[in-house]
């Protein structure tokens, strides 16, 4: 991962938006999801760290779109049309939505991981935007880094060292 330009970090349960030659991280993406949507053409980008599939459940005020999938999708690719990004042209990699623990009697609820992966595709789908590349599951935490200039994602996993896709 290039240190010699400007990085944009991204928290949990949030979203930002970058133009090359920026590029924009999250870190401590467990059952958590990154998702990245970008635009070759314009050289912009935007990641969006998914907490929890389904805004269904949330009562807090203020409300969090990027915390959940169902939410934060769509919120980010508001964002970047904001930004003059054509949503047509729109990609997306994504990488998270580890099984972080293990439980005898899996309940659905505690699929956290999964079902994440499964919303943020979801969304994807409604949107009509094409997934490139992934690296979800197993059961170790990932840092993710993206470069509009170059499209790449750096995905780093605990124990396993950095892969690019």
């Known amino acids: 991962m290039n240190e010699l330009k400007k990085v944009i970090k991204v928290g949990i349960a949030d979203m930002n938006m970058v ?4 590029s924009i991280r999250t870190s401590g993406l467990g059952s958590c999801v990154g998702l990245v949507l970008y635009d070759q053409e314009t050289k912009k980008a935007g990641l969006l ?6 805004s269904g459940i949330s009562k807090s005020e203020p ?3 990027a915390k959940f999938a169902d939410t934060g999708v769509d919120e980010l690719i508001k964002k970047l049309a904001q930004e003059g990004v054509s949503v047509r042209r729109l990609k997306a990699k994504m990488a998270g939505g580890a099984q972080m623990f293990q439980f005898n009697m899996m309940r659905d609820t505690m699929r956290i991981g999964p079902r994440n992966v499964e919303a943020v595709k979801f969304q994807l789908n409604q949107f009509k935007i094409p997934l490139i590349a992934e690296d979800v599951g197993g059961n170790s935490g990932r840092t993710i880094e993206f470069d509009p200039e ?3 994602l750096h995905v780093r996993t605990v124990n396993q060292g950095e892969k690019v896709i």
């Open 19 to 22: 133009k090359a030659p920026e």
């Open 49 to 54: 760290h998914v907490m929890l599939p389904d």
């Open 63 to 65: 409300f969090n779109h």
């Open 150 to 152: 170059t499209s790449k």
